[in-house]
């Protein structure tokens, strides 16, 4: 059985957690895709200090591999800035959507989390959700999830960086981040995780009895 579902949003609203539970519930794959553009991010970062060459990201791009994806690094605030800068650049979206496609596909059912899985990757998933929150909730989610690992920033700071990656996100000429036009959405701004995963498995059962 092929049967992809496409789960996209903004930093910190939620999609993550959500998509990681939809797949341990239906027995899918799961790819977190942030998880590319956060690697070859840092990479570059790395290799040019401290700036993004856009032709370093493009060969790490076209040379990523599982291991590139253990990093202890990927989650930390100056991988996902530059993760949100090298997504801007068409050619390293191009080296990875290939992978995301192979991926979307895998027999047994996939779950992919992104920003523009529903429109670009896979605009013919069966099941489509984008989901959202407001952006003072999500920068607090952030604060919450930096301090904790014993980061050292301030709510301001996060505020700022989410704001910011939300503009290049939502302003980039190639494949900006929206919902597609037939998307579920999900505001988690009030909605707890689990009765947003509740609305997802329903809406996926719902689809699975139809094409079963």
């Not at 794959?29 to 690697?39: F, K």
């Not at 949100?84 to 990875?96: G, M, N, Y």
Request: net charge neutral; aromatic share 4%; hydrophobic share 45%.
């Amino acid at each position: 059985m092929q049967f992809t579902v496409a789960i996209d949003g903004p930093a910190a609203a939620g999609k993550g957690t959500l998509s990681r539970a939809v797949a341990e519930h239906f027995g899918f794959s799961h790819l977190d895709t942030g998880l590319l553009y956060r690697a070859v991010g840092i990479k570059t970062l790395n290799r040019c200090r401290g700036v993004i060459d856009p032709k370093v990201a493009v060969s790490f791009a076209n040379g990523l591999t599982e291991k590139d994806f253990e990093r202890h690094d990927l989650r930390a605030p100056r991988t996902a800035q530059a993760a949100s800068k090298v997504a801007a650049l068409p050619e390293v979206r191009a080296a990875l959507i290939a992978f995301q496609k192979r991926f979307a596909r895998l027999e047994g059912g996939a779950v992919l989390d992104g920003r523009d899985i529903g429109t670009v990757i896979c605009p013919e998933a069966e099941v489509k959700l984008f989901v959202t929150a407001d952006d003072t909730v999500r920068a607090q989610r952030r604060f919450a999830e930096i301090t904790a690992g014993g980061g050292d920033t301030t709510l301001d700071a996060v505020l700022a960086d989410v704001r910011s990656r939300d503009a290049r996100d939502s302003g980039r000429a190639d494949a900006p981040l929206k919902p597609a036009e037939d998307a579920l959405l999900l505001d988690t701004t009030e909605l707890s995780i689990d009765a947003a995963v509740a609305q997802a498995v329903s809406e996926i059962k719902n689809r699975l009895d139809r094409v079963g």
